[in-house]
Nanobody
Framework: VQLQASGGGLVQAGGSLRLSCAASGRTTFSRYVMGWFRQAPGKEREFVEAITWSGDRIYTTDSVKGRFTISRDNAKNTVYLQMNSLKAGDTAVYYC?????????????????WGQGTQVTVSS
């Protein structure tokens, strides 16, 4: 079971990026809640956004509401994070996660699978 995140990079404040996370392995990822966490230098890991397998429910942290949009394509085992109106405070390593156990969604320990992370740097 592997999660491969991509799409990070350097962007100016106000710009946009789209992160992708492709899942592979012998498990049916279409049944999993998938999402994103991020961690900025010197800060704790932070939940960003997550989406249920059907897409009928989305969980979003307040700091990115109205700017970030999560989506998924179950046929491709891929989840996306469209990030608009980026701010310097969004600079972090972004991690793709999958398989939420139903407990506090803000805690990374409640997701079974983690990707390797992709760096997002927003210059002000």
């Amino acid at each position: 079971v592997q999660l491969q995140a991509s799409g990070g990079g350097l962007v100016q404040a106000g710009g946009s990026l789209r992160l992708s996370c492709a899942a592979s392995g012998r498990t049916t990822f279409s049944r999993y809640v998938m999402g994103w966490f991020r961690q900025a230098p010197g800060k704790e890991r932070e939940f960003v956004e997550a989406i249920t397998w059907s897409g009928d429910r989305i969980y979003t942290t307040d700091s990115v509401k109205g700017r970030f949009t999560i989506s998924r394509d179950n046929a491709k085992n891929t989840v996306y994070l469209q990030m608009n109106s980026l701010k310097a405070g969004d600079t972090a390593v972004y991690y793709c996660v999958a398989d939420w156990n139903g407990s506090d969604i803000n805690l990374g320990k409640n997701f079974r699978f983690w990707g390797q992370g992709t760096q997002v740097t927003v210059s002000s």
